[in-house]
């Protein structure tokens, strides 16, 4: 079965200092890679993805994901990130035959001031 | 385009109770799909539903029922609430055709808590 590991559960950082967040899945087949994020009191949306192409994606607000096939791999990067980046992030993968999404676990990322 | 809408936004439920969550899409998508956030666990599908009268179950189904009978609604039905479906429910929707056909949208959620 497919699954989505998130290994950090909870990232405290400062304003601008360097964000990495892990996304490992597993799955033999050819995915989908989806990156979203969820503001608090807010639902999800898209920050970037991954269908096909350059590995390495650039989405919204300055993040971008680097696809590792050979690891099995979608991080999830900032080079300098501020407080409004304070939110829940979730990696996702999907299958192409299927509308289903395997969401991670998610990261709570804060970002003191 | 309003997206996905969710109502009600919050509610509250006595155990053994039953109510309707409300979904609908105005982007003409045919895949939509119900997710319940708990923390912790991140989201997991609960039903999903490629078409009008079509759908099927994910990950965590027991104790929800679906239909589709437009492409529009995708209502989610809980026939007696237990404690354990305390959650924040959201709904989603996508296109279908190619590999474009995961990437979802998602409405801003309605959170339950059953007593």
Known sequence: ?113 | NAGVTQTPKFQVLKTGQSMTLQCAQDMNHEYMSWYRQDPGMGLRLIHYSVGAGITDQGEVPNGYNVSRSTTEDFPLRLLSAAPSQTSVYFCASSSSGGRAYNEQFFGPGTRLTVL
């Open chain 1, 1 to 113: 079965a497919q699954s989505v590991s998130q290994h950090n559960h909870h990232v405290i950082l400062s304003e601008a200092a360097s964000l990495e967040l892990g996304c490992n899945y597993s799955y033999g087949g050819t995915v989908n890679l989806f990156w979203y994020v969820q503001y608090p009191g807010q639902h999800l949306q898209l920050l970037l993805k991954y269908f096909s192409g350059d590995p390495l994606v650039k989405g919204i607000k300055g993040f971008e994901a680097e696809f590792i096939k050979s690891k099995f791999s979608f991080n999830l990067r900032k080079p300098s990130v501020q407080w409004s980046d304070t939110a829940e992030y979730f990696c996702a993968v999907g299958s192409g035959n299927t509308g289903k999404l395997i969401f991670g676990q998610g990261t709570t990322l804060q970002v003191k001031p």
